[in-house]
């Protein structure tokens, strides 16, 4: 980019500007990377993509080059879906008591592409199952689409992962003895839905996931990278607003990992879900709009 | 006296069970009739195949040492131990062969078999020189043999509901560490801890279903077979019988001892924490 595009105020589009903090290695962003960034600063203003469009267009972008870079930065809202205040995670053990998370406090916006990255043992796992309440937090709250999680019963944890959130996990955890198809489909009647339907539904998502063809494949069939685009398609199905991801793309090689991160990237985008993916790959997680770096039970946000 | 053979219930009249020859008649007081045991123990083995013929000659001797030849008029089997160990003659030999047996005997049917001691002393009281008998005082051994039969029965199937109990225990358990990680995933995807408890309770109904099933079916093959071919024992020949009420609380009590068995495995599924299952790769 030639010139700073500039970033005005709150619903306001007249000439002035705020001043936002940009990356410290912003420097080091391809022209792609500083066009994303600044698309997401115009949208968490509430900018209108047609306004962001003019904008670039007065500075020489061309208009193609604009849009397919709408296309590909996420459906960041200005709504907080996941507010985690001040949570502390302790495990005990006979021998000791380990502190993973310390006073965590961060929040998460609907439409967000948050990575969650750190060294072996900082938490990140730990986090997500907080967020995902298949743990609980030793103190502090974790509030989800504006509901108190930390207080709910085991029913309403029940519901909250039918209907809220779904997983990702780094062993893909398909149900084996269901093919591909009625991998899908179960978490469809799971929801209510009929079998005819959910069926239907399935097939939809196996043909957006490239996997029709494999329809009737058992997961001890599938390949590595197939069994996990399996297992997103499973998330999708679910409808849930949230997606958590943990290490996804640890099983797989390279060129199956670029393809669940795009894959994830695509869900972000068109779908406009909040994905929090948990990855140990500092490359991977520039993928997503927003790093959270968790370091000695600490977490540092930074802008991708 | 009361008692009238055609309406009394499992009652055989042994001259209908007639396998060899004759009954004793009137014309032939030399002839008698005996078992089928009686018969068999005549050649060597009262339980092998060979057996002395209506036609033979036998000699019967008491207890004081008096002896007298017969000749076999016939051989009857009434499938059962006391008839077929019996030796049926006419009264009038009976009475040279043992002189205590001119008496005559009355059978006496009581309304209410607990007025069996008031009758008798009621009886005696009026005959001092009769000889008086309450049945199971002549062969209460029946009584204790059908209740040695009835308490063996009774342990076997206390046997087999405490077996089955435990085998359903085993292999539910067995079953779900096998699936922890499974169940982990599925609670994961949002389902709750009844859901976990039907799938296992209906699991056990599976396996409830179809080994009753399966059991009738031998059941009523073996049944069929001893139907047709009774299994000799010292008390008499064995064939099983259907009882449809036994049946039933067959049913009941291999229902309730699944149930039983199936409870605590299950509930420990539905405890399972997804967070401690989900991470290992099994």
């Known amino acids: 980019m030639t010139e700073e595009l500039e970033i005005p105020k709150p619903q306001n589009q007249g000439e002035d500007i705020i001043d936002v903090k940009k990356p410290d290695d912003f420097e080091s962003f391809d022209d792609e990377r500083k066009i994303r960034w600044y698309i997401r600063q115009c949208r968490k203003v509430q900018m209108r993509d047609e306004d962001i469009i003019k904008r670039f267009l007065r500075l020489g972008w061309s208009a193609d080059a604009v849009l397919e870079a709408l296309k590909t930065t996420g459906g960041y809202k200005d709504s907080i879906i996941i507010g985690i205040n001040e949570v502390t995670k302790k495990f005990t053990t006979d021998v000791y008591d380990q502190i993973v998370l310390k006073g965590i406090t961060l929040d998460i916006h609907e439409g967000e592409f948050v990575a969650v990255t750190g060294r072996s043992g900082s938490g990140k796992s730990t986090l997500l199952n907080l967020i995902g309440l298949l743990d609980e937090p030793t103190s502090g709250n974790i509030i989800i689409d504006g509901k108190d999680t930390t207080s709910f019963g085991e029913s309403e944890k029940v519901n909250f992962r039918l209907r809220s959130v779904a997983f990702i996990f780094q062993f893909f955890n398909l149900i084996e003895n269901y093919n591909a198809v009625d991998n899908i489909a179960f978490q469809i009647q799971l929801q209510g839905g009929s079998r005819g339907e959910a069926h239907k539904r399935a097939m939809e998502i196996l043909d957006f996931l490239n996997l029709k063809d494999r329809a009737l494949f058992y997961p001890s ?84 | 006296m009361g008692v009238v053979a055609s309406d009394e219930k499992s009652t055989t009249k042994i001259s209908d069970k007639i396998i060899d020859g004759n009954f004793v008649n009137v014309a032939n007081l030399d002839q008698i009739v005996i078992g089928r045991l009686m018969a068999q123990s005549l050649m060597g083995n009262p339980y092998g195949k060979n057996r002395a013929r209506a036609g033979m000659e036998v000699e019967l001797i008491n207890h004081l040492g008096w002896s007298q030849r017969y000749t076999i008029g016939g051989v009857a089997d009434a499938k059962s131990f006391i008839p077929n160990w ?81 085998l359903v225990s085993i292999i539910i358990f067995i079953n779900i560490l096998q699936k922890k990680r499974q169940i982990g995933v599925l609670k994961s995807m949002g389902i709750d801890n009844k859901f976990v408890f039907r799938i296992y309770l209906s699991e056990t109904m599976i396996y409830l279903a179809f080994s009753w099933i399966i059991g009738f079916l031998i059941f009523l093959v073996v049944h069929l077979y001893l139907l047709n071919y009774p299994m000799p024992t010292l008390i ?28 605590i495995p299950a509930i420990l599924a539905a405890k399972i924490k997804i967070v401690d299952v989900i991470r290992d790769n099994v």
Request: glycine share 6%; charged share 20%; proline share 3%.
């Open chain 1, 221 to 304: 069939k599938l390949s590595g990278g197939e069994q996990q685009r399996l297992a997103i398609g499973r998330a999708i199905a679910k409808d849930a607003r949230i997606i958590l991801a943990d290490e996804p793309t640890s099983h797989l090689d390279t060129k199956n990992a670029e393809m669940i991160l795009t894959l994830l990237r695509d869900i972000n985008i068109k779908m406009g879900k909040t994905i929090v993916l948990v990855t140990h790959e500092p490359d991977y997680a520039k993928k997503a709009d927003r790093t959270i770096l968790l370091s000695d039970g600490l977490a540092v946000s930074v802008e991708n």
């Open chain 2, 86 to 166: 019996l030796v049926i003659l006419s009264k009038e030999q009976l009475e040279k062969l043992d002189p205590s047996q001119k008496d005559s005997e009355i059978a006496v049917k009581l309304k209410n078999p607990r007025d069996g001691a008031y009758v008798k002393s009621l009886i005696k009281q009026k005959n001092p020189n009769l000889n008086v008998y309450i049945w199971n005082e002549q062969a209460g051994y029946v009584n204790d043999m059908i209740g040695a039969v009835s308490f063996m029965t009774n342990l076997v199937n206390i046997l087999v509901i405490i077996i089955v109990f435990v």
């Open chain 2, 236 to 263: 008499g020949d064995f064939h099983t019988v259907i009882n449809w009420q036994t049946a039933a609380l067959s049913i009941a009590a291999l229902f309730g001892a699944a149930i039983a068995g199936t409870i």
